[in-house]
């Protein structure tokens, strides 16, 4: 097809969004301190740097705010004098909602990659990141601070009301041992026995999963034997080409936003094609910390 073809030349529909409300109020900030009506929050150091030097915002401007449990709310910047800022709660813009019960684990990368590993695992809705150490993980340390500090920003820039959570490392012997088996745990396996992706997620019961994916130089063969032999374990493939560590990590996590997790329900207030939410869908139980 000459590539011609593959363009319209009729101007695109605008796109319109449920979030619309949330969305006109373009800053959006995490703050830890719980959030209510009058309440009267100061920026850290650095989201005030950001606000009045970056974004330049001015007092009565409106930004958004957000906990991870007290849903999002208008606030407006205040004069704080020279060194602090500070932010008036206004009204609430969306109820606390919760992301689908996923849970990343991923033998570490380096640096750069494991920082986009964080960002786009936060924007594709991961409820909780495990980094697990397995016998070819050649990271020494990670900087848990840095990981999260990933996690918020990338929360406050997809409209997230929640941030994942990033646990400390992990032995891969430990967090199969600590596993809750009513949960699979699909693992990217990129040689042996193992089924196509989409087809093991739609076999799956439950509305809570793991994904674990290993480091640059694999799984040893010991390590995905052991894994195989365990009965919540469920060895998956992601096509036929090898992939990097951190691009296993994130394919595997959209395929199952999009198979078992929050994109199959249509947008608020969008065309979407009706379909009834699945079996996993309504057994998702929004109260679940089942396995932290
Ligand atoms: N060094 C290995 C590749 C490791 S890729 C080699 O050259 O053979 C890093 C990790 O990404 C793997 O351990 C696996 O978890 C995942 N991965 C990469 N490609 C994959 C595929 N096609 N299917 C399933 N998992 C894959």
């Known amino acids: 097809m000459p590539i011609k073809n593959l363009f319209r030349l ?8 449920a979030r619309d409300m949330a969305k006109a109020v373009k800053t959006r900030l995490h703050i830890p301190e719980p959030i209510a009506a009058g309440t009267t929050v ?17 007092p ?65 809705g991961v409820a909780r990141l495990i980094p697990v150490l397995t016998a ?13 500090a990933h996690a918020v920003a990338a929360a406050e820039q997809s409209h997230r009301l929640s941030v994942p959570r990033v646990l400390p490392p992990h032995r891969l012997k430990d967090i199969v041992d600590m596993w809750n088996p009513q949960i699979p745990l699909f693992v990217c396996a990129e040689f ?42 469920v060895a998956v ?16 996590l959209a395929c199952w936003q999009a198979c078992c997790g929050d994109w199959r329900t249509p947008a608020a207030g969008t065309d979407g094609d009706g379909a009834a939410p699945s079996p996993q869908a309504r057994r998702t139980d929004p109260q679940r910390e089942s396995h932290d």
């Open 42 to 58: 100061i920026l850290s150091p650095a989201q005030s740097h950001h606000v009045r030097t970056v974004l330049r915002l001015r």
């Open 136 to 148: 070819r993980t050649d990271v020494a340390r990670l900087n848990a601070e840095r990981l999260v």
């Open 192 to 233: 042996g026995p193992t089924r196509p992706i989409l087809a093991a997620l739609a076999d799956s019961t439950t509305g809570a999963a793991g994904l674990l994916t290993g480091p640059e130089g694999g799984f040893a063969e010991t390590e995905l034997d052991a894994l195989r032999a365990l009965p919540f374990v």
């Open 60 to 124: 009565g401007d409106p930004v958004a705010v957000f906990n991870g449990r007290d849903g999002e709310w208008r606030a407006v910047v205040e004069d704080g004098g020279k060194h602090a800022t500070t932010v008036v709660v206004d009204r609430s813009l969306r109820s606390q909602t919760t992301e689908p019960d996923v849970t990343l684990l991923f033998a570490p990368v380096k640096r750069l990659r494991i920082d986009y590993l964080v960002e786009k695992a936060t924007e594709l």
């Open 10 to 17: 009729a101007a695109m529909p605008s796109a319109c969004s």
């Open 237 to 252: 493939r992601l096509g036929p080409r090898i992939l990097r560590a951190e691009t296993a990590a994130l394919a595997a």
